[in-house]
């Protein structure tokens, strides 16, 4: 689908517009009618702005990387243990973890749609609901893995997730062996959204300041 | 149905193209527009699964001419024409022309928090023994229903194995079948199919890819 900056500056920006007085319309309408409260809106983007992210997700990983029972938990039974540290609810309601070894490298897709884990993650990135990631993600991965940056070994294998029902998949990145004995707030740092993805690795120690959360 | 929302496999769409700072949104309008559809999908006039019915039947030019929000976008205004809860002029402008359509709830700022925090879990008491266990071989069936399915079409057809058994679900066929209140659940088993890449796409594959889907039992039919 269209990437969000087209190459044509002043088309774009009247675009913009357009879809901003369309959007203001289809609010005060609504509004109007009384389906929906201007307050709630504010509301529910302020969660997804500010609340909700991948910080969440990053605190999961990096307490199951040093609490080898919250790991098993996590696991065995994902929705509770995630629960347990207070995320849950749309599109995490159900709840898999998959942890890469040095064996084999998990990826999360959503071929369909743009099914990601909401509590955990936030909201997805434009390109995880992008057609080229949604369409080579299940038939090239490799070549995906490459457009990040993310060489593997060729004999690590590579476990594709395409959600396609209410199920939604925590990619659980490896530690890295340079992060021993880092508190669960600095290893959170190294837990970026992609790792989560599973389109990217955890950031060895050092490098977590130079990337946004 | 089979359309062009079903882009697993498709080739020719470039490169990944992650933004450097990865924002979530690219302008105001996208705000309030994830908002809106939040926001009227818990007026209970219809449900996830229509919702993306409603997504995946634009017309096949405009769905992949349009960024995410804007397809949820249109597909929200269609849902609310559908129902009669705003016609193409009010759309247009913005002013109310005909009156309110009583709605099954409002969702008001106080009720936020909450509504997120409990979600809409699908899993329902199971009606029936589950048919498939883990490890057992599965083909997803060639089928190519007109309506809303869940079973991408690259993996109609092969044989896989059961790696997962997740409990009975709201079957996604079925609650989109339904335009109204009250919504057909048919809660059906759910499980995690894996193929590998070279039955999926043929033995020039990558030998060490695998690719699951989430897979209703009747998708499915026993192999072997």
């Keep these: ?213 | 149905m089979n359309g062009v929302h079903d882009m697993g496999g498709l080739q020719g769409f470039g490169p990944v193209v992650p933004e450097p700072d990865q924002p979530l949104f690219h302008a105001a309008w996208e705000k309030r527009a994830l908002a809106l559809t939040l926001a009227m999908g818990a007026t209970g006039q219809w449900n996830i699964d229509l919702s993306r019915s409603a997504r995946e039947s634009l017309p096949p030019a405009v769905y992949l001419s349009s960024s995410y929000y804007a397809i949820w976008l249109r597909a929200l205004e269609r849902l609310m024409r559908e129902r009669g809860l705003a016609d193409a002029d009010e759309l247009q402008d913005g002013h109310m022309r005909s009156a309110a359509r009583p709605v099954a709830r409002v969702l008001r700022a106080q009720d936020v928090d909450a509504s997120l925090a409990r979600g809409t879990p699908t899993e329902r008491p199971a009606q029936a023994p589950a048919r498939y266990a883990v490890g057992m071989k599965v083909r997803a069936r060639n089928m190519h229903p007109p309506g809303h399915t869940r079973l991408p079409r690259y993996a109609r057809g092969h044989i896989g194995t059961i790696v997962l058994v997740h409990g009975a679900h709201v079957f996604a066929d079925a609650h989109a079948s339904s335009p109204l209140p009250p919504f057909q659940e048919q809660p059906q088993w759910l499980y995690t199919v894996v193929f590998a890449a070279q039955e999926l796409w043929g033995p020039q594959a990558d030998a060490t890819v695998q690719v699951s889907v989430d897979a209703w039992e009747s998708y499915l039919e026993p192999a072997g």
């Design chain 1, 1 to 213: 689908m269209q990437q969000p900056h087209g190459h044509d500056h002043d088309h774009a920006h009247s675009h913009l517009d357009e879809m901003d007085l369309r959007v203001r319309a289809l609010e005060t309408l609504l509004t109007r009618k009384g389906y929906v409260d201007p307050a709630a809106l504010d509301r529910i983007v302020e969660t997804y702005e500010n609340r909700v992210g991948p910080h969440n997700g990053a605190a999961v990983v990096a307490r199951s990387w040093v609490d080898a029972d919250f790991r098993q938990w996590l696991m065995r039974d994902a929705t509770a243990a995630i629960a347990s540290m207070g995320y849950g609810g749309r599109q995490g309601e159900h709840m898999v973890a998959v942890a890469n070894t040095p064996e084999e490298h998990n990826i999360v897709v959503c071929t369909l749609c743009s099914c990601y884990p909401w509590p955990v993650l936030g909201l997805p990135p434009v390109w995880y609901k992008s057609a080229p990631y949604r369409s080579r993600a299940v038939l090239d991965p490799r070549g995906v893995l490459a457009d990040f940056g993310v060489q593997l070994p060729p004999s690590t294998r590579i476990r594709v997730w395409d959600s396609t029902a209410e199920i939604r998949y925590l990619v659980v990145p490896m530690m890295p062996a340079a992060a021993q004995g880092l508190d669960p707030r600095q290893l959170a740092a190294l837990v970026t959204r992609d790792a989560m993805i599973g389109t990217g690795l955890a950031l060895a120690p050092g490098r977590a300041a130079t990337v946004t959360p």
